[in-house]
């Protein structure tokens, strides 16, 4: 089968596509699936550079989603069959013309979806609902703030949290990208260029803050999230581009009764990731058949052309998803 492997750490050219690398073979309770598409993540490019190694037992390929239809059961398998339309939640292989995966992290494509559309939807909607859903359990009428509220997390973000009845404020990293968060249902977008998060959220919260943060940026904006925060929200943490490490002023944490939370999707083992998938399916699946939750891809791109699609999202105008046609 043909699959993209990174020969050694570096940039973009580091992914090499090859013909020859081996199917692999389901195991109890995985479903093989042929990919129809993928799509390009963060950790990918983290993969790429050598820093985000996959866990034990994982593909050694990129790709932590895909799209495709099942062709062929493992033992023990049940509730799927060979030729369903499947998206599903990967520890890695996506990056490939086949790929295993435990029978729990499989999702329905929805009715109506097209194969490589749906390839952008299980890694970003089991982050974000796992994450200000099951985690930080935003309620209806609270304030949802979102950084990188343009890139594939944040436009899922949006929709999702709006789903839910949430006031949704983002942030973003020009004028374009606020325009296009607010068009996706953001109540007020803040160029963080410009302006001071804090006090945006402020003034649109009536002084308030928001309920719950959902950061991929961590030690940069750790001191202003505590900030914004309102008393008894939550801050989760779910990416590093601005640092591992900071200081934490305990005392304003005490003070707003605030929760500051960490959380890492790949890892988890196949129990967690089939519990998070379950949710989604039953509380964001619904939203998403009804068109409330939508895909935002910014484009479409050959698994030949992984490198393109690296530089793309490594950019700094994409909007939504980066997607690869596989097969």
């Not at 990188?148 to 436009?155: E, F, K, L, M």
Request: net charge negative.
């Amino acid at each position: 089968m043909r699959a993209i492997t990174i020969e050694e750490p570096g940039g973009p050219e580091a992914l090499t596509l090859i013909d020859d690398a081996p199917d692999p073979v389901p195991g109890e309770g995985e479903v093989l699936v042929d990919v129809a598409a993928t799509a390009v993540n963060r950790a990918d490019l983290l993969q790429r550079q050598g820093f985000y190694n996959p866990p034990p037992g994982a593909s050694p390929y990129p790709g932590l989603e895909c799209s495709g239809t099942v062709a062929a059961l493992g033992p023990g398998v049940t509730g799927w069959q060979v030729g369903d339309r499947v998206c599903a939640l990967l520890s890695g292989g996506g990056y490939a013309e086949k790929v295993a995966v435990p029978a729990g992290q499989l999702l329905p494509v929805p009715e109506g979806m097209d194969l490589v559309t749906a390839a952008g939807l299980p890694e970003v909607v089991c982050t974000v609902w796992s994450n200000i859903g099951m985690i930080a359990h935003l309620r209806p009428g609270e304030t949802l703030l979102v950084h990188g509220g343009a890139g594939g997390i944040g436009t899922a973000a949006i929709q999702i949290g709006k789903a839910l009845g949430a006031r949704v404020v983002v942030t973003a990293g020009s004028k374009e990208k606020c325009a296009r968060c607010r068009e996706l249902g953001a109540d007020a977008a803040v160029n963080y260029r410009e302006s001071d998060f804090v006090e945006e959220v402020r003034e649109t919260t009536a002084g308030r803050g928001a309920d719950v943060v959902l950061d991929v940026i961590g030690a940069k904006y750790l001191a202003r999230n505590l900030d914004v925060l309102a008393v008894n929200g939550r801050l989760v943490i779910i990416g590093l581009q601005g640092g591992r490490k900071a200081e934490l002023d305990l005392g304003a944490l005490m003070a707003k009764r605030a929760a500051v939370m960490g959380t890492t999707l790949r890892a988890r083992p196949p129990e967690e990731k089939a519990a998070i998938v379950a949710s989604v399916r039953e509380h964001v699946w619904p939203w998403v058949e009804s068109g409330e939750v939508a895909v935002v891809v910014d484009r479409v791109l050959e698994l030949a052309e992984a490198p393109d699609a690296h530089r793309v999202l490594e950019g700094p105008g994409a909007v939504g998803k980066v997607l690869m046609r596989v097969s």
